[in-house]
């Protein structure tokens, strides 16, 4: 899975989803269809999401003051929006690993 890491005074950040983290953000309200239509609201829970799995207990105030600091957030709200559908795709797509996976049939 990718991971996106920035670094402000001084310190280092690893941004990236989890499936509890995408939960919670769906719980919250964010829609990622709705990055478009909606972004004031949408592109900050995007950002702040990205924190959840590895930084849990931020302010918000910090998020916005990384996120006012960022440079081309163009490029990184777009990559965040290619980790979270990365994210979603693992509720859906096959293990690699085929060894001990269930198996299921429809019976008619």
Do not use: C
Not at 52 to 62: D, E, F
Request: glycine share 4%; net charge negative.
């Amino acid at each position: 899975m990718s991971k996106i890491t920035l670094t402000y005074n001084k310190t280092e950040y690893t941004l990236e989803y989890s499936r509890q983290s995408v939960k919670i953000m769906e719980s919250q309200g964010f829609v990622l269809d709705e990055v478009t239509s909606k972004p004031m609201t949408m592109i900050p829970m995007l950002f702040a999401g990205a924190f959840a799995k590895n930084h849990r207990g931020m302010k918000r105030n910090l998020y916005d003051e990384i996120f006012d600091s960022i440079v081309d957030k163009t490029g990184l709200v777009q990559a965040l929006i290619e980790l979270y559908a990365d994210t979603l795709s693992t509720l859906t797509e096959d293990s690699e690993n085929n060894e001990g996976n269930v198996v299921w049939a429809k019976v008619e």
